[in-house]
């Protein structure tokens, strides 16, 4: 807060001169005003970057604000409750064994409709485009029958989340990664303790560097799970098994 009460003022102030600017040289031509406001500008970016500073802090606070664990509630009504209350919290959806999917509008009205299945297994998880980080995956952890797990364009799931999953290794038959900026190899190379997968999505990963190389790697490390990621990949495949077919072929005489 100290950090916003030395820039609020300085702000304040930029902005009276942005419109003072404004009013000053509305009569000048477009060249003499686009030197001012580039002297402005340049004369107050310490402070633009100090704000910039103060809302990126102010950011992750929330972050990690919504990723605690709610330790209490797991003990006072079980890690199922705990852990479809913390997805619906964060906008995400929960699938109960033998119910429908539960997106709810309301936090008071999630909470009640768990109440009613503090004794059935949360068998999938879709929290696509959630906040969830490190520290959140501790509510989900505790579904010990969890299957279907959806990470989807995750801003905050990176490598260090994904070491985590081996918790899930006896259960855990689909895992959508789609879209999550952080996760690189490294995380990927995480994934060999889930031999149970059946469906892997890795597609649309900015951070893995070389796609299509890397989706065969992890198609070898799982050899009974269908991967999803790059076409490359697959035109890959294809020139390397006729290759190899050329390579057995006998030479004509």
Same mark, same amino acid.
């Given at each position: 807060?100290?950090? !916003? /009460?030395?820039?609020?003022?300085?702000?304040?102030?930029?902005?009276?001169?942005?419109?003072?600017?404004? $009013?000053?040289?509305?009569?000048?031509?477009?060249?003499?005003?686009?030197?001012? !406001?580039?002297?402005?500008?340049?004369?107050? &970016?310490?402070?633009?970057?100090? !704000?910039?500073?103060?809302?990126?802090?102010?950011?992750?606070?929330?972050?990690?604000?919504?990723?605690?664990?709610?330790?209490?509630?797991?003990?006072?009504?079980?890690?199922?409750?705990? %852990?479809?209350?913390?997805?619906?919290?964060?906008? %995400?959806?929960?699938?109960?064994?033998?119910?429908?999917?539960?997106?709810?509008?309301?936090?008071?009205?999630? &909470?009640?409709? !768990?109440?009613?299945?503090?004794?059935?297994?949360?068998?999938?998880?879709?929290?696509?485009?959630?906040?969830?980080?490190?520290?959140?995956?501790? $509510?989900?952890?505790?579904?010990?029958?969890?299957?279907?797990?959806?990470?989807?364009?995750?801003?905050?799931?990176?490598?260090?989340?994904?070491?985590?999953?081996?918790?899930?290794? $006896?259960?855990?038959?689909?895992?959508?990664?789609?879209?999550?900026?952080?996760?690189?190899?490294? %995380?990927?190379?995480?994934?060999? /303790?889930?031999?149970?997968?059946?469906?892997?999505?890795?597609?649309?990963?900015?951070?893995?560097?070389?796609?299509?190389?890397?989706?065969?790697?992890?198609?070898?490390?799982?050899?009974?799970?269908?991967?999803?990621?790059?076409?490359?990949?697959?035109?890959?495949?294809?020139?390397?098994?006729?290759?190899?077919?050329?390579?057995?072929?006998?030479?004509?005489?």
């Amino acid at each position: 807060m100290q950090s !916003l /009460h030395l820039v609020a003022p300085i702000w304040n102030r930029g902005t009276r001169g942005i419109r003072g600017l404004s $009013n000053t040289v509305a009569p000048e031509g477009n060249q003499r005003k686009g030197r001012m !406001l580039l002297k402005f500008l340049t004369d107050r &970016f310490y402070d633009v970057e100090a !704000l910039r500073e103060y809302l990126l802090q102010k950011q992750m606070s929330k972050v990690h604000k919504e990723n605690r664990s709610f330790t209490h509630m797991k003990e006072r009504y079980g890690p199922y409750v705990a %852990g479809a209350y913390f997805i619906l919290r964060q906008g %995400g959806a929960v699938k109960f064994q033998g119910k429908e999917w539960i997106r709810s509008p309301g936090r008071g009205h999630s &909470f009640l409709q !768990l109440l009613d299945f503090q004794a059935v297994p949360v068998e999938a998880v879709d929290a696509s485009g959630c906040a969830i980080n490190y520290e959140g995956l501790d $509510n989900l952890l505790a579904l010990k029958e969890l299957q279907s797990l959806s990470l989807q364009r995750c801003p905050h799931v990176d490598d260090w989340c994904l070491s985590r999953l081996h918790q899930l290794a $006896n259960s855990l038959q689909e895992l959508s990664l789609a879209g999550c900026p952080r996760i690189s190899e490294r %995380g990927l190379a995480c994934l060999h /303790h889930l031999q149970n997968l059946r469906r892997l999505d890795i597609s649309d990963l900015p951070a893995v560097s070389n796609p299509g190389l890397t989706q065969i790697l992890v198609e070898e490390m799982l050899p009974n799970c269908e991967v999803l990621g790059t076409e490359w990949a697959q035109g890959l495949k294809s020139g390397l098994r006729e290759q190899s077919q050329d390579t057995a072929s006998p030479a004509p005489a």
